[in-house]
């Protein structure tokens, strides 16, 4: 769980009422409209200003509970686009006053207790064509009102009465915005809500839900840039960085990995077990450099590139890490593959070359179709190096400006020899590791 975190009713600095803006203030004589139009013009004003979906939904709250609304508990559910996580959920609590955010996880089917929720049945209501479904449940009346398991539990835990809302984005649902919203709010006053609250929740979610879904879009369109470009270079393109030939010099340490045979073991493997062998590959390769600073800038078919941008203060503990993060996937790789091997699935080896050096970083492509991306020698030269592991019975490779801005790791690199690259115009010393294992006898 996430804090989005609160103090008071009163004293916060993103979620408490704030004055509306001069231009929008208006007076009416009925607190109820009143009420209504204020609450309505700050989730504009907050969505305008680009609130996050647990701003609003924490702000939203603490508004109700200015406004004499008893709520003990409240919470919204959204979906979402990325490979991870099918959506997310805000739970605002009163002894907490704070919203709490938890993730779904993508995949493994859906559970009873969501089957059994009145969230799903009014998605349910929903997709058979009823616009904005909601209902209610009066849960101090009796065990007829508490017809969900959820509505037990909050009965236990105090809760008199229980509203669920539903609103849905689009006419057949927008997946790029979020496909809708679904919100309960519950209170353990004696009597339950009023109607004048019921009618302030369905006056005002409307507006609350178009600020989500502005918010639901950002989020989405960043999530998804960077899960396809990576994370800096998504977070680059979103903010603006989209000018083709825009670039600018970076020093970085280049990782290229390539997977040894790998058209072999494709000719000989169903379609579907290489997919899976190559996602579980690059995963492995990847979670040794996430910690590690590292960017995975792009997969090429069976080859990956990636960088861990440094300058000369830190290049020293730039390489040293790379060179870690390198040891620590074909260790975890060498696993992986006992364990596939073991359940009679490919197994595959992969080389490893390791390089530093200047790169040009940024926008490259024709006027309709860019990447973002990193070129130059150093690149070139990282993916020649590759090509040298099989020659050299090596996996892991690295240059000579590599090994002595790692100053050789503690013993960790030997030279291997002087060799020359494809397109590169004078033979490069090329280093690897001290104590490896060949390639041939890790395949005994």
């Given at each position: 769980m996430l804090s989005i975190g609160a103090q008071t009713a009163l004293g916060r600095s993103t979620a408490a009422p704030k004055e509306m803006p001069p231009a929008l203030a208006v007076s009416f004589s009925d607190p109820k409209a009143r009420s209504i139009v204020d609450l309505h013009v700050w989730s504009m004003h907050q969505g305008l200003r680009g609130a996050t979906a647990g701003e609003l939904f924490d702000g939203y709250c603490q508004n109700l509970v200015v406004r004499g609304v008893p709520l003990l508990r409240a919470h919204v559910s959204t979906q979402t686009l990325h490979p991870q996580w099918s959506g997310y959920g805000y739970t605002w609590r009163r002894e907490l006053n704070s919203v709490h955010v938890q993730q779904f996880t993508r995949g493994g089917g859906a559970s009873d207790a969501w089957l059994a929720s009145p969230f799903f049945a009014l998605i349910a209501r929903a997709r058979?064509?009823?616009?904005?479904?909601?209902?209610?449940?009066?849960?101090?009346?009796?065990?007829?009102?508490?017809d969900f398991p959820a509505l037990r539990e909050f009965?236990?835990?105090?809760?008199?009465?229980y509203?669920?809302?539903?609103?849905?984005?689009?006419?057949?649902?927008?997946?790029a915005h979020g496909t809708g919203v679904v919100y309960s709010f519950t209170t353990d006053r004696a009597g339950g809500f009023s109607e004048d609250e019921i009618h302030l929740l369905q006056a005002t979610l409307p507006g609350l839900s178009l600020a989500m879904k502005a918010h639901a879009g950002y989020d989405i369109a960043s999530g998804l840039l960077q899960t396809y470009l990576g994370q800096d270079a998504g977070r680059?393109?979103?903010?603006?960085?989209?000018?083709?030939?825009?670039?600018?010099s970076l020093r970085a340490v280049l990782w290229y990995a390539d997977i040894r045979s790998f058209t072999r073991v494709s000719d000989v493997s169903p379609g579907h077990q290489i997919v899976d062998m190559l996602d579980d590959v690059f995963e492995t390769m990847t979670a040794a450099l996430r910690s590690r600073g590292g960017q995975v800038l792009k997969f090429i078919g069976d080859a990956m590139l990636a960088t861990i941008a440094c300058d000369d203060s830190d290049r020293n503990e730039a390489c040293r890490s790379a060179l870690d993060a390198a040891e620590e996937a074909m260790r975890a790789l060498d696993e992986r593959n006992m364990l596939r091997a073991s359940l009679g699935l490919p197994t595959v080896e992969?080389?490893?070359?390791?390089?530093?050096?200047?790169?040009?970083y940024g926008n490259v492509g024709a006027a309709d179709r860019l990447d973002f991306t990193v070129i130059g020698p150093a690149v070139n030269e990282v993916a020649r190096m590759e090509k040298l592991c099989d020659a050299l019975d090596r996996r892991i490779v690295v240059?000579?400006?590599?090994?002595?801005?790692?100053?050789?790791?503690?013993?960790?690199?030997?030279?291997?020899?002087?060799?020359?690259?494809?397109?590169?115009?004078?033979?490069?010393?090329?280093?690897?590791?001290?104590?490896?294992?060949?390639?041939?006898?890790?395949?005994?």
């Open positions: 058979a064509g009823e616009v904005n479904p909601w209902l209610r449940r009066r849960l101090e009346l009796g065990p007829e009102e508490r009965h236990e835990a105090g809760g008199t009465d509203v669920c809302l539903l609103y849905h984005f689009g006419e057949n649902g927008d997946p680059r393109v979103h903010s603006g960085a989209v000018e083709r030939g825009s670039v600018h992969v080389d490893l070359a390791l390089h530093v050096g200047e790169v040009l240059s000579a400006p590599f090994a002595a801005a790692a100053g050789d790791c503690d013993g960790r690199l030997v030279p291997l020899g002087s060799f020359p690259l494809r397109g590169v115009s004078e033979p490069k010393i090329i280093y690897g590791l001290a104590e490896e294992p060949s390639v041939e006898a890790l395949a005994q």
